[in-house]
């Protein structure tokens, strides 16, 4: 009986605290978002000769660590088969702030843009029974600067 309520408080605190840090870091990604906005991105291969004068490799990484609540509603998901959602939002943050990232590196090198966009994402920490317990995504591209 014990073991249950400690689960189950367990389970509530991973909830509440998942939530909460969740919010937090959707609102931190709005307000960079917002303030990044000049900085275009593109996935073409080929930069236009008119926007380049001269091209550096800028990335951005960030590692995300599921939380315990998520971690629980996946396996379920796992047992019983469908779309793992508790995992999308996951993904969802960790792409975000790796272009987020990659932008505020291209802003420190002058850039205007960033061409060639991509993503990479791994699974970096594997738990129990090969459940995902941390993401890594990097976001990686081309910063060039328009000629003036």
Same mark, same amino acid.
């Given at each position: ?18 939530? #909460?840090?969740? &919010? ?26 008119? =926007? ?12 995300? @660590? ?18 793992? @959602? ?11 702030? =790796?272009?987020? #990232? ?5 802003? %420190?090198?002058?850039?205007? @843009? ?7 994402? =791994? @699974?970096?920490? &594997? ?17 060039? %600067?328009? %000629? #003036?």
């Amino acid at each position: 009986m014990y073991d249950l309520i400690l689960f189950l408080f367990l389970l509530l605190l991973g909830y509440v605290f998942g939530q #909460r840090a969740e &919010k937090r870091h959707f609102r931190s990604i709005i307000e960079r978002e917002a303030q990044l906005g000049d900085i275009l991105v593109f996935s073409e291969r080929k930069i236009p000769d008119e =926007a380049a004068c001269e091209g550096i490799l800028v990335a951005g990484s960030v590692v995300v @660590s599921v939380d315990y609540f998520k971690r629980f509603v996946a396996d379920l998901r796992n047992f019983f088969g469908g779309r793992v @959602s508790a995992y999308e939002s996951l993904l969802e943050r960790a792409r975000r702030e =790796a272009v987020l #990232r990659m932008k505020e590196a291209a802003r %420190r090198k002058g850039a205007d @843009s960033v061409w060639n966009l991509r993503l990479e994402t =791994a @699974s970096i920490y &594997k738990g129990a029974a090969g459940s995902v317990g941390a993401v890594e995504v990097i976001a990686y591209g081309t910063a060039v %600067r328009q %000629r #003036r």
